[in-house]
């Protein structure tokens, strides 16, 4: 499966954004689906992942309830909502998808490009 992310750009801190995860090649209602970020001089880090039938969700600690990561199997899209976000928020941000199961480590089978995401102070 091939994975293209979008929707990154520049937002105020306390603004909100949408990343878009496009599959093709394969149905992305068969992967789990993941989002991980980097920022400049930082390891990559989890950030949240749906699994395969959508009941189960992950959100590191430093998102929760202010991010969504959800799938639309109609478009083969995975989306993460993001609300309210913060300076350290910033960084690139990776989609992923695995046949198997969810995982916080980046053991994932499958990789999409990064998008950039900048919040201003």
């Known amino acids: 499966v091939q994975l293209q992310a979008s929707g990154g750009g520049l937002v105020q801190a306390g603004g909100s954004l949408r990343l878009s995860c496009a599959a093709s090649g394969r149905t992305f209602s068969s992967y789990a689906a993941g989002w991980f970020r980097q920022a400049p001089g930082k390891e990559r880090e989890f950030v949240a992942a749906l699994s395969r039938s959508g009941w189960t969700t992950d959100y590191a600690d430093s998102v929760k309830d202010r991010f969504t990561i959800s799938r639309d199997n109609i478009k083969n899209t995975v989306y993460l909502q993001m609300n309210s976000l913060k300076p350290e928020d910033a960084a690139v941000y990776y989609c992923?998808?695995?046949?198997?199961?969810?995982?916080?480590?980046?053991?994932?089978?499958?990789w999409g490009q990064g998008t950039q995401v900048t919040v201003s102070s």
């Open positions: 992923s998808a695995d046949a198997r199961r969810i995982s916080r480590s980046d053991s994932w089978d499958y």
